[in-house]
């Protein structure tokens, strides 16, 4: 059975530097052709995908955020971490990790709702 | 603004076929696959389609994605009231070397 979880605080304050963790069973991230994607979406609004981690450690970001991205895995710990610097409301979402692979591996998380205000 | 263009909005009666477009580029629908999601309130989005018109097991054969160039869609035949929900359309576009996904269609079952 395949489960990622999000992690992380519900509430930052602006200017903050956000980290979620995404903790997942059921798959490994050393298994070729394997990645994992976060994907967020403000509230009524569309989904928008932030960054991917692949198996082989290659990286990809949002060109509108990537200045502001950092994507890590830990393979042993089954995790991928997600930093966002300088957190402002408009990045108020549910941030959702998602786990990728052939075919119709498709595995989203519940997602977890990050709002940013002081 | 989003890289895919969907309609904001789509509905139909019960029985009805219904068809959401995503109209895309070169970079992205022209060269890569299409993936569709349905989004109920609240909840995860849902694979429904992936590789432009395969659909994962369990998903019912009501419905169906095809793509033509730099455009595609999803039709849903024989419409329910559970089919109520957002529909994203998803491709890798190789110019940004990143995913990107259509604006959402909300469909409403009358």
């Known amino acids: 059975q395949v489960t990622l979880r999000e992690s992380g605080p519900a509430l930052v304050k602006p200017t903050q530097t956000l980290t979620l963790t995404c903790t997942f069973s059921g798959f490994s991230l050393s298994t070729s052709g394997m990645c994992v994607s976060w994907i967020r979406q403000p509230p009524g609004k569309a989904l928008e995908w932030l960054a991917r981690?692949?198996?082989?450690?290659?990286?990809y970001y949002s060109t509108s955020l990537k200045t502001r991205l950092t994507i890590s895995k830990d393979t042993s710990k089954n995790q991928v971490v997600l930093t966002m610097t300088n957190m402002d409301p408009v990045d108020t979402a549910t941030y959702y990790c998602a786990g990728f692979g052939p075919y119709y591996f498709d595995y989203w998380g519940q997602g977890t709702l990050v709002t940013v205000s002081s | 603004q989003s890289v895919l263009t969907q309609p904001p909005s789509a509905s139909g009666t019960p029985g009805q076929r219904v068809t959401i477009s995503c109209s895309g580029s070169s970079s992205n629908i022209g060269s890569n696959y299409v993936y569709w999601y349905q989004q109920l309130p609240g909840t995860a989005p849902k694979l429904l389609i992936y590789?432009?018109?395969q659909r994962p097991s369990g998903v019912p054969d009501r419905f169906s994605g095809s793509k033509s160039g730099t455009s595609a869609s999803l039709a849903i035949s024989g419409l329910r009231s559970e089919d109520e929900a957002d529909y994203y359309c998803a491709a890798w576009d190789d110019s940004l070397s990143g995913q990107v996904f259509g604006g959402g269609t909300k469909l409403t079952v009358l």
């Open positions: 590789r432009n018109n």
């Open positions: 981690i692949d198996w082989d450690d290659d990286k």
